[in-house]
């Protein structure tokens, strides 16, 4: 799978109308990002499914699920999933698989239990049912932010997608997953060089994650106290969660996550106010040139509807 060393990562990905979808994601492939990947949260669109809609509508970018939730499927639809995606598209799917958080599994019906057991339990159904199925030909990560889940990563899977994190929870995930897996960043970023409105979209974009303990329990690890989590996150956490600045800034924030082991990251442009597509296209396009990202050869620009 080449994938470059950027992509992208946004939630209106998963749930615009599939044409705005399809036109955003050939746009992404245009100008030389190498992937597009699609969460699945409340509101969002199956992830599988759109994956496919995406694969269909570009020629050579990657599409991943940041991550599929596996308690929207059991154990042998994900790896039925996957096997499907893998043949149709080969080199292009990459599956993101994730315990997601208790109120996610409480909403359909689940006990959450312990995550670390619960993974271990459904990587060996998809295990078990991979014996009957054709060959994915689809890399497997496992969202995995602490020691326990980044070791499982390690040995069960082909590496890790980790989110919400900054480049020094990259070298740590690097030490345990060892050299040769996969270690796939998400990164939030945003331009715009005035501090208090940078800081400002920084904290409206972490008010949810600041709520779920599996992103706070992991910040406190890495050093963050509880006076960064309160009130929508210090200047000091905002900085860390959320690129911002200039071009180049970012683009070395990028870079940071890269130098700390990273094979890949994916960025997710954030915006004032609601999130909006076409400014996401529009980051995109003036952040490539930092990043070392040129158009795709013989690509033409793409009429994209938003």
Not at 46 to 74: F, H, K, Y
Not at 150 to 162: C, I, P, Q, S, V
């Amino acid at each position: 799978m080449d994938t470059g060393h950027v992509g992208v990562w946004h939630p209106l990905i998963n749930k615009a109308p599939a044409g705005e979808v399809r036109a955003v994601a050939a746009e992404i492939e245009r100008l030389g990002y190498g992937s597009v990947w699609l969460n699945e949260a409340p509101g969002s669109k199956e992830p599988l499914a759109n994956a496919g809609v995406l694969l269909a509508a570009t020629t050579r970018l990657a599409v991943g699920t940041g991550i599929a939730s596996l308690w929207a499927r059991d154990a042998t639809a994900m790896a039925a999933g996957a096997a499907t995606l893998g043949d149709a598209f080969p080199g292009r799917f990459l599956l993101g698989v994730g315990v997601s958080h208790s109120t996610v599994a409480g909403r359909r019906g689940h006990d959450y239990g312990k995550p670390l057991t619960t993974m271990r339990t459904y990587l060996d159904g998809m295990d078990e049912a991979a014996r009957d199925l054709p060959p994915a030909g689809a890399p497997r990560v496992l969202a995995a932010l602490r020691p326990r889940m980044l070791e499982l990563a390690r040995d069960r899977a082909d590496g890790a997608h980790t989110y919400f994190v900054p480049p020094e929870h990259t070298a740590a995930a690097r030490g345990i997953l060892g050299p040769d897996r996969l270690l796939i960043p998400e990164q939030a970023v945003v331009l715009e060089t005035d501090p208090v409105r940078a800081r400002e979209i920084a904290r409206a974009h972490m008010a949810y994650y600041l709520k779920l303990p599996n992103y706070t329990n992991n910040l406190r690890e890495l050093g963050y106290t509880d006076d960064d989590l309160a009130g929508g996150g210090s200047d000091r956490l905002a900085d860390a969660i959320v690129a911002w600045g200039d071009a180049a800034a970012i683009a070395a924030r990028v870079r940071a996550h890269l130098d700390a082991g990273a094979d890949h990251v994916a960025i997710q442009p954030l915006a004032a106010g609601a999130p909006d597509l076409a400014d996401v296209l529009t980051q995109l396009r003036r952040l490539a040139p930092a990043l070392g990202i040129e158009p795709a050869a013989s690509a033409q620009p793409t009429a994209v509807g938003v």
